[in-house]
């Protein structure tokens, strides 16, 4: 499952819809501002995003009040998060580079949120372009200046730093490594109880497990999905519950591996009972992705007719979603697997 690069949204409980700025003070103006331009950057509108991030940069950026410091960084790192999805990396790292350059050694609180945040993104676009060695210095770079910070918020962007690492650290030198870095993400983490940092906990199991799996140790694997689903099973948290469905679906894979068939549609129809009305996109597409190894499984076991029942199943929970990619693609090749069957 893909990374995600770490947007710097305000400390607000929504987005506001306003598209002007007629807030009575400076501090009150740049969260409004900030606010702004994060809802154009959620509704994809990135020239206009970027356009408000600068004005909020020009109107701001020397402004010593400690809150709207942390906006101006906020918009800093926003803006490079848009030139990072449209493709502009080089142009994307320098902003991250300013923004730790001009934030980096600010103790004003709530800045280091912002500025970490910068650095993720930085380490997560060199990962991409598939400079390991690069991308994993930025990330102990994080974990060295950030990794004792108390500040909320800061955790989070460290332990998802030190996931990024072992993703390229086992590309880079192999499963061993990365494996190490899981369990110090566990060791460290396993027992905060913040909504942010649990994902991430959740999320180095699962790809440990992963790992592990790809290199043969199916039964190590399994119980490492066993154990993210005894410790996060109950937890209600959408980023959390999307880590336990893909557990479940890998220690499907996991028994598949081993021939237990019989066993691995178990898991599949469990996944299912458990996450089948959970709204949560990356739910949706392990819960999808389950249903399609299920009809796949009882196709190759030659139960030809219960195979297009589970077929017609994903079709007509799934074949309308049109806000997922993955759920659409896995519907797509579902109806050209159902048509072998016909």
């Known amino acids: 499952m893909k990374a995600k690069s770490e947007m710097t949204r305000p400390p607000l409980d929504k987005a506001a819809e306003k598209t002007h ?3 009575p003070g400076v501090r009150e103006q740049a969260d409004q501002a900030l606010d702004i331009g994060v809802t154009l950057m959620l509704q994809g509108k990135f020239v206009e995003a970027i356009a ?27 803006k ?9 990396s080089m142009e994307a790292i320098a902003v991250f580079d300013e923004t730790d350059r001009r934030f980096g050694k600010d103790d004003t609180p709530g800045v280091c949120v912002p500025v970490a ?11 991409e372009q598939g400079k390991f060695v690069e991308a994993i210095a930025v990330y102990d770079k994080v974990v060295r200046r950030f990794g004792k910070d108390d500040t909320p918020g800061v ?8 996931v990024n690492k072992s993703m390229a650290l086992g590309c880079l030198l192999g499963f061993v490594e990365a494996i190490a870095v899981y369990d110090e993400i566990d060791r460290r983490f396993g027992q905060d109880d913040t909504p942010g940092v649990r994902e991430q906990v959740a999320r180095a ?6 790992t592990l799996r790809e290199e043969g ?20 948290t959408p980023g959390v519950r999307v880590w336990v469905a893909n557990a479940l679906g890998n220690k499907g894979g996991a028994l598949w591996r081993q021939g237990q068939s019989v066993e691995e549609i178990a898991i599949y129809d469990e996944l299912d009972r458990r996450f089948g009305q959970d709204d949560t996109p990356g739910v949706r597409e392990a819960v999808a992705m389950a249903l399609v190894c299920k009809g796949w499984i009882l196709g190759e076991q030659g139960k030809s007719v219960e195979a297009i029942a589970v077929h017609d199943e994903i079709d007509r929970r799934f074949g309308q979603d049109d806000t997922t990619p993955s759920v659409r693609e896995w519907v797509a090749r579902v109806l050209g697997i159902k048509s072998e069957f016909l």
């Open 52 to 78: 408000v991030f600068d004005e909020i940069n020009r109107r701001f950026g020397k402004d010593d009040t400690p809150g709207v410091r942390k906006q101006v960084a906020s918009a800093l790192g926003n």
């Open 155 to 162: 955790g989070e962007r460290v332990a998802r730093a030190l």
């Open 21 to 23: 700025i007629d807030a």
């Open 217 to 236: 140790a199916s039964v190590e694997a399994i119980a490492v999905f066993d154990e993210t689903d005894r410790r996060f099973g109950q937890d209600d």
């Open 117 to 127: 945040s910068a650095l993720f993104n930085k380490g997560w676009t060199l990962e």
């Open 80 to 88: 490079g998060l848009i030139l990072k999805q449209q493709g502009k």
């Open 205 to 210: 199991l699962v790809y440990k497990r992963m």
